[in-house]
């Protein structure tokens, strides 16, 4: 009789190898899986080798993913279960022509990326400076991997439900490729450059750069606002209203807590303090610069589920981004270079052009050495209670 497993089945399998079982191998070599477990595992490969897999079904579940996790630490596995595994692979190789085609498909329904558009953008604003050397191996390095580009929600999921406070159906540890995806599902606004606000409040924090100043306890953070940021004194307002903020951290986030790709929301914290004080931008201007006391609410999932994220499968999805990314430099190379052919001036204008678009991806920000005396401090310690989490 075939053995059949629903796609859930098999990602739940996929899910539980490499988010559970490989983790727990790699912690040493000290460290062995029960005879139990193994038994288990070489029962669900048995099964697993006389089903019939359809394509789409390795793709949803990334099961192939997790055999060649598996047979990379063979050493780690009983030989039926590296042998089964290999088995599989080539089976399934040779069924599919190549595995390294079978990977989600980002801009499909459901994928990280439905629903957005990438609009062309250069993050190189010293291209002026390159140009002084004119010669085609300068020109090639004008567009580097360190590159931006602006994104575009073309299609959102509950537009305007960010300006709404509370958890609004998201959980603890639900991570997104980019800052556009989370304003596409609605979990922070499409115009925050870090707060979430309108004119009745504050609902959300994006933190990334230097923006977090990690405390003793893991539950009170220190967060400073952009200088440029006009949320921040409707954040302000939140010290006297207690209504909680969503947080979200940033993968360019200088900081222990954040994601090792992506961004991913972290819970709901209440602001219990605030500082102001005057600080000297670029251009030699005043500026007033806030930092804010977050305590991290007591009544919700723990922090450590969100600390599991990016998961496995979030991660094969990341380096699938990445290597979209990377195709889109050598694509945009191909373009400056004819442009070089035909005249410096071309290459300016064009460089121009790339540089006037806004880039919703720049989440770096960096806060500016020179400060003056804190002006201002208020501190309402307190509000939110034993900020030990309960479940």
Not at 189 to 200: F, L
Not at 308 to 315: K, N, V
Request: net charge negative; proline share 3%.
């Amino acid at each position: 009789m075939t053995a059949t497993f629903t796609r859930d089945e098999l990602r739940a399998w996929s899910q539980r190898i490499r988010d559970n079982l490989i983790p727990e191998l790699n912690d040493g070599p000290e460290v062995a899986l029960s005879a139990t477990t193994l038994g288990t595992i070489e029962d669900f490969l048995e099964e697993l080798s006389a089903a019939s897999i359809e394509i789409e079904t390795l793709r949803y579940s990334r099961i192939h993913n997790a055999l060649k996790e598996m047979c990379e630490i063979a050493d780690r596995w009983t030989p039926p279960i590296v042998s089964a595994a290999e088995m599989l692979l080539l089976k399934w190789e040779i069924w599919f022509k190549s595995l390294k085609d079978v990977e989600a498909d980002l801009w499909g329904p459901s994928g990280r990326l439905e629903g957005l558009k990438r609009v062309q953008g250069s993050g190189m604003s010293s291209y002026e400076e390159s140009m002084r050397d004119t010669s085609t191996l300068a020109m090639t390095k004008l567009v580097s991997k360190d590159s931006k580009s602006s994104w575009i929600v073309e299609r959102s999921k509950r537009p305007g439900y960010a300006l709404q406070t509370g958890h609004i159906g998201f959980r603890v540890g639900d991570w997104w490729i980019k800052s556009a995806a989370a304003c596409r599902d609605g979990i922070i606004h499409e115009s925050a450059h870090g707060i979430t606000a309108d004119e009745y409040g504050a609902y959300a924090i994006l933190m990334t750069g230097d923006e977090e100043v990690e405390t003793k306890e893991q539950h009170v953070t220190r967060y400073w606002a952009s200088t440029h940021d006009t949320g921040s004194t409707k954040l302000m307002n939140n010290v006297q209203t207690r209504n909680l903020v969503r947080v979200l951290r940033s993968w360019r986030l200088s900081s222990n807590l954040r994601p090792k790709a992506g961004l991913r929301y972290d819970g709901l914290y209440g602001v219990s303090g605030y500082g102001v004080k005057l600080t000297v931008g670029n251009a030699g201007e005043d500026q007033w610069q806030y930092s804010f006391t977050l305590e991290r609410h007591c009544d919700q999932a723990r922090l450590e589920r969100a600390l599991c994220h990016p998961t496995a499968d979030e991660m094969d999805d990341w380096n699938a981004y990445k290597s979209l990314e990377a195709r889109t430099i050598e694509d945009t190379n191909d373009v400056l270079l004819p442009l070089f052919n035909e005249g410096d001036d071309k290459v300016v204008n064009w460089m121009r052009r790339r540089n006037a678009q806004d880039s919703s991806d720049n989440e770096s920000t960096h806060l500016s050495p020179k400060t003056r005396p804190r002006l201002v401090m208020r501190d309402v310690s307190g509000y939110f209670g034993n900020q030990m989490d309960t479940r």
